[in-house]
């Protein structure tokens, strides 16, 4: 291929991606736009869902802590929250409390807990 064909080419080639970015251009800054609304909002979903569930670990908190006990069933329920709190960004009173709670002893149940039914469910589902 000669020189100057190839540099012909080159140059309409470049030429026709520069084309294609401007007219590309407003499609590019309103995809930014949208992007940057919607990474907006799911921050302010995040935040109200580690706000929730701080409010939660509170409530659950002090009401175990009053109790001076956990069952199984409590403790699964509780670590489930922190650990979707966690998760979430959320951390230093919630925190607090859930390493106050995780101390409290744990008591049986009466019967099976739900936390053994659930190993039960999932042992049947993975043996057919």
Not at 43 to 65: C, F, M, N, P, W
Request: glycine share 8%.
């Amino acid at each position: 291929m000669p020189a100057l064909w190839r540099w012909y080419t080159g140059y309409k080639q470049n030429q026709l991606t520069q084309s294609m970015q401007k007219v590309n251009e407003p499609l590019i800054e309103a995809y930014k736009q949208q992007l940057a609304l919607i990474k907006d909002e799911i921050e302010t979903v995040k935040k109200s869902q580690v706000a929730d569930l701080h409010d939660k670990i509170y409530r659950e908190g002090d009401k175990l802590l009053e109790q001076g006990y956990l069952t199984v069933d409590q403790m699964d329920n509780f670590v489930h929250l922190f650990n979707a709190y966690s998760m979430l960004g959320g951390n230093g009173t919630g925190e607090a409390m859930y390493n106050r709670v995780i101390q409290l002893p744990i008591t049986s149940t009466n019967g099976k807990s739900l936390v053994d039914e659930a190993i039960e469910i999932h042992e049947r589902k993975e043996n057919g």
